[in-house]
C-alpha cells in the first residue's frame, strides 16, 4: 500500500518558534510538494521539489523554506512561526514523466496552530 | 501563468440525480494533465479522475466523467447518479509539463457538494 506520511497530525505552537513539519514516501516518487490548505481559499501551493536537493517556490513561499536531502523525505520550514501560519499542511507526492501518470498521493495532513 | 478556477463555493443535489462541478484553468504550456480529488469530512484526499491535454476523448471513471473542451479550458466533473457518500469537497488540478518535468501542481478553491436524501 503507497503511503506519504507526515510526522504529526496535530501540532501547536508558540509564535516565535521554528517549526519542522516532516514529510516521507515510500514510492520512490521524484516530485514532492507542501500545500497549505485554508477554508475558501483550497489547496495552495508553498514549494514543489522535482529531485533531491532541488525546489522551486510555489505560491505562497514566504515565511516557508523546504529542505530534500534524501528522496523519500521533503521537509517544510517556518522559520519564525506566525499566528497566520496557523493551518492545515498537506504534503504529496507523485512520480515524474508525463502528467498522464502522474497522480498525487497525499499525506494525512498536520493542522498546526500557532498561539 | 497558470491557474485554476472553480467558481461554486457551495453545490447541492438531490440524492440520484447527475450534478456537474465546473472548472477552469488557464497555461501557455501545451502538455498539461487535470486532475480532480474528493476530500471527505475526514480529510483524505482521494484521485478520482485524470484528463491528459492530449487525449482526444473525455476521462471516464465509473460515476465520474471529465468533460474536457479544450477551447473554452474547461473541465468539469460530472457525477452521475449521486449518492450519499459523495457529499465532499472536491477540487480541481492541474500539472504542466510533459516527460521528464518535475512540472508543479496546483488546485483550485474547491467545491462542496452536499447530497440530500
Known amino acids: 500500500d503507497v503511503k506519504v506520511t507526515q510526522s504529526s497530525r496535530y501540532l501547536v505552537k508558540r509564535t516565535g518558534e521554528k517549526v519542522f513539519l516532516e514529510c516521507v514516501q515510500d514510492?520512490?516518487?521524484?516530485?514532492m510538494f507542501w500545500y497549505r490548505q485554508d477554508p475558501g481559499l483550497g489547496l495552495r501551493l508553498i514549494y514543489f521539489?522535482?529531485?533531491?536537493?532541488?525546489?522551486e517556490k510555489g505560491d505562497i513561499p514566504e515565511g516557508y523554506s523546504v529542505s530534500r536531502e534524501k528522496k523519500e523525505r521533503f521537509s517544510l520550514i517556518l522559520e519564525s512561526a506566525s499566528t497566520n501560519q496557523t493551518s492545515m499542511y498537506l504534503c504529496?507526492?507523485?512520480?515524474?514523466?508525463?502528467?498522464?501518470?502522474?497522480?498525487?498521493?497525499f499525506g494525512q495532513g498536520t493542522r498546526l496552530t500557532v498561539v | 501563468a497558470q491557474k485554476i478556477t472553480q467558481t461554486q463555493p457551495g453545490m447541492f443535489v438531490q440524492e440520484k440525480e447527475a450534478v456537474t462541478l465546473d472548472c477552469t484553468y488557464d497555461?501557455?504550456?501545451?502538455?498539461?494533465?487535470l486532475f480532480w480529488y474528493k476530500q471527505p469530512s475526514s480529510g483524505e484526499m482521494i484521485f478520482l479522475i485524470y484528463?491528459?491535454?492530449?487525449?482526444?476523448q473525455n476521462a471516464t471513471e465509473g460515476r465520474y466523467s471529465l468533460n474536457f473542451q479544450k477551447a473554452r479550458k474547461s473541465a468539469n466533473l460530472v457525477i452521475s447518479a449521486s449518492q450519499l457518500g459523495d457529499s465532499a469537497m472536491y477540487f480541481c488540478?492541474?500539472?504542466?509539463?510533459?516527460?521528464?518535468?518535475?512540472?508543479?501542481?496546483?488546485f483550485g478553491q474547491g467545491t462542496e457538494l452536499s447530497v440530500k436524501p
Open positions: 497555461t501557455s504550456d501545451p502538455s498539461y494533465g
Open positions: 521539489s522535482y529531485d533531491v536537493k532541488m525546489k
Open positions: 484528463q491528459g491535454s492530449y487525449d482526444q
Open positions: 504529496a507526492s507523485s512520480a515524474r514523466g508525463a502528467p498522464g501518470n502522474t497522480e498525487a498521493f
Open positions: 488540478a492541474m500539472r504542466e509539463g510533459g516527460v521528464n518535468q518535475g512540472g508543479k501542481l496546483i
Open positions: 514510492m520512490d516518487h521524484e516530485n
